[in-house]
């Protein structure tokens, strides 16, 4: 069930250039939220700007009954935001959406986060990893470049097999990382059916990863991002079109869908 309510920031930090990090109040959210939801923020106290602003649930602590939420500024909504202060209070809707439905035991999950897709998948992956045995989890984190890269060390500490790539090659191998992807399914490819990928990223990313596990018939979630107005499902603004010719809205419906039940389009 959806609620607005409001939470004060307990901390911000700066993880990178323009990526920042905040922790909010909320017994709500960290009780009730699954890896793949969202809350819907209002970013100032006035009238602007208008619409609020979705992120994905990052992290929850129900001890402390916080939560998090990780973003990169790339507007104003998200400047605003990023000048906020510990102490501050944010209106919120939330949690909001279908998540990723955790994989069962026995599974071999692979992680395949594109920069900010990191969001969503760090809450699942700290779902998993105490059930998952770490010689069956596979993350597969791509950026643009070293700068962009976030928790690296902390999946090393963890002892995941990590695989980092780069499209400038400043870290980890040089490229896409829906090309390490493939490599390594072709290696795995008798083992298909035992494999349970989880991705969140760039459009044109995620549509690679989609082909990549329909073409090897894989069980792919992939968390999409929408032009999400209202954020509820009533004004059908992020609507993706499906394989049956229909459509489903990003916000409720989503933003967690199975691969092979949309159709994502090129960017180009």
Known sequence: MISQFSSPII???????????????????????????????????????????????????????????????????????SEKSPGDMLDLLGPIGKGFSVPPKGETVMLVAGGMGIAPLWFLFGNIIEKIPKERLIFFLGAKTKKELLYCEKLKDFGVNLIVTTDDGSFGTKGLVTEVFLKEIRKRKNESRKLKVYSCGPQEMLKKVSEISKQYDLSCQISLEGSMACGVGACWGCAVKLNNGGYKRVCIDGPVFEAREVVLESNS
């Open 11 to 81: 901390s911000k930090q700066k993880l990178k250039e323009d990526i920042f990090k905040l922790t909010l109040r909320s017994p709500l959210i960290s009780k009730t939220a699954k890896p793949g939801n969202f809350v819907h923020i209002k970013v100032s106290s006035n009238s602007y700007p208008l619409l609020r602003r979705a992120f994905s649930v990052h992290s929850v602590d129900k001890h402390k009954k916080n939560f998090e939420v990780l973003f990169k500024v790339v507007g104003k909504g998200t400047k605003i935001l």
